[in-house]
């Protein structure tokens, strides 16, 4: 076993608070830049740029976990982190069918969906930044129920976290884990800038899930 550093909340062009150039191809050239060995894409409410992420990965030597950042009924932020690209996409089927709303790029800015070659192939005209119909704990059910990982976003902050939203941790939910924010302007915000190390076997989502369980010798360094 050994310490792979990972960066698991990074956002694509997709989304609405990414900038335009953090196309798929881009995000696995600066993670490699920042020497990343696994990062998880987890675009809000959508999975359609983590195809294009991890064809490009794959050639290059580092790991794209499949994933998405939630907005749940209550307005918090869960990452949903999964084995496999089939994974996310049937989270998203469900995403989708609970989320409402037209976007509007003049107020949120474009939501693009580019292919491996950086090349756009499309708009996503979804209301992504918006809150889906599905409670905190409907996200955490599915989320288990594919076999994924789930961690609740930025605990820390003042807005669209879990103490934001409701105050407290609820005892009867089941999360994997919770994500510490590192306090920094806006401008230092980038790939690589925060990162966890994890000490596992191998850099996929069950060394990840026995590390935050802090089982069969895996852990979180820090």
Request: charged residues 25%; proline residues 4%; hydrophobic residues 40%.
């Amino acid at each position: 076993m050994k310490a792979f550093r990972a960066d698991l909340h990074i956002h694509s062009c997709l989304s609405p608070c990414a900038d335009l150039d953090m196309s798929p191809k881009a995000i696995v050239e600066k993670s490699l830049e920042e020497g990343l060995d696994i990062v998880a894409l987890c675009d809000h409410n959508s999975a359609e740029n983590v195809g294009a992420a991890i064809r490009v990965a794959t050639k290059r030597g580092i790991t794209v976990i499949p994933g998405m950042e939630i907005n749940t009924k209550e307005e918090v932020h869960i990452l949903a982190l999964f084995e496999g690209e089939a994974q996310a996409l049937d989270m998203q089927r469900t995403v989708y069918s609970h989320l409402q709303g037209t976007n509007r790029p003049e107020l949120f800015g474009d939501q693009v969906v580019a292919n491996e070659l950086d090349e756009v192939e499309g708009f996503n005209d979804r209301l992504l930044i918006g809150a889906t119909g599905l409670t905190l704990q409907e996200v955490i059910g599915e989320i288990h129920n594919l076999g994924g990982l789930c961690i609740a976003s930025h605990i820390d902050r003042p807005s669209y976290s879990l103490l934001s939203q409701l105050g407290f941790v609820p005892p009867d939910i089941k999360l994997n884990g919770v994500e510490i924010s590192r306090p920094m302007q806006r401008e230092e915000i980038d790939i690589g800038k925060a990162f966890t190390s994890f000490f596992i076997e191998a850099p996929n989502l069950k060394e990840l899930g026995l590390a935050l369980e802090g089982k069969d010798d895996r852990k979180v360094l820090g």
